[in-house]
């Protein structure tokens, strides 16, 4: 069973320019986290998704930055006229059904994304 | 806001020693995870705690959990190198949505 996958692993833009982050969610997983790590520091949740809901981004901000998850394909990350602020890994992480008390989120290797 | 603070944020030790790594969060959560982060890697989940008083634990790692004092501890008993890593405590935030908030990490390094 793959885990969860994320590509691409290392993403280098310009300012200005558009950055997009796929995940693919294990095997029978419908749902996807977002988080974001800043060097140094620990993850920020950013969005929750299921499969064609975002269900809570509370973590995301108010511009430039959008989520999504079709019902088929990848979930995506999608950051809009990146700034060098931007620059972090931004994990993926998927799970069967939160609600389950043993319930588990399993994180992707991340993107380190570059904004030069 | 639900804030999660270990501490020490950074840990060196020799090998064969003991230590703890201390987890505090500032509001009630039902759930309570520990991960393991190796430098450019992703996170591998060691530990989920799910109630008061609940220890867990694999090889020479240890965890365990008190809800009314809102703190986790990850023991490592005898370290050895291989346990060299960042190690993350996290909890759930929003009952059942499994929000998770982060602590900062603590950074281990085990020497010869």
């Known amino acids: 069973n793959a885990g969860v996958m994320q590509n691409p692993r290392h993403l280098v833009r310009r300012r200005g320019q558009e950055a997009r982050l796929r995940c693919s969610p294990m095997k029978g997983h419908s749902h996807v986290y977002w988080y974001r790590q800043l060097p140094e520091e620990g993850l920020k949740f950013m969005v929750y998704l299921q499969k064609e809901n975002i269900i809570d981004e509370s973590g995301m901000p108010k511009e430039r930055f959008s989520a999504e998850f079709p ?4 979930s995506i ?11 972090a890994a931004y994990f993926c992480a998927s799970g069967e059904r939160p609600g389950l008390i043993q319930e588990t989120q399993y994180f992707g290797p991340g993107t380190r994304l570059l904004v030069l | 806001e639900l804030k999660v603070e270990q ?18 969060y500032s509001t009630t959560s039902d759930r309570l995870y520990w991960y393991r982060q190796d430098p450019g890697k992703s996170l591998e989940s060691l530990f989920v705690l799910l109630s008061n008083g609940a220890v867990k634990q694999e090889g ?6 008190d809800t009314k004092a809102r703190l986790s501890t990850l023991h490592i008993t005898a370290a050895v190198h291989d346990l060299s890593a960042t190690y993350f405590c996290a909890v759930d935030y929003a009952q059942g949505a499994q929000k998770l908030v982060f602590g900062q990490g603590t950074r281990l390094t085990i020497n010869p």
């Open chain 1, 71 to 74: 019902k088929e394909g990848p």
């Open chain 1, 77 to 87: 990350l999608r950051i809009q006229q990146v700034v060098r602020g931007d620059s």
């Open chain 2, 7 to 24: 501490n020490p944020l950074f840990l060196s030790m020799q090998e064969g020693k003991n230590y703890t790594i201390y987890c505090n």
């Open chain 2, 60 to 65: 020479r790692l240890m965890a365990s959990l």
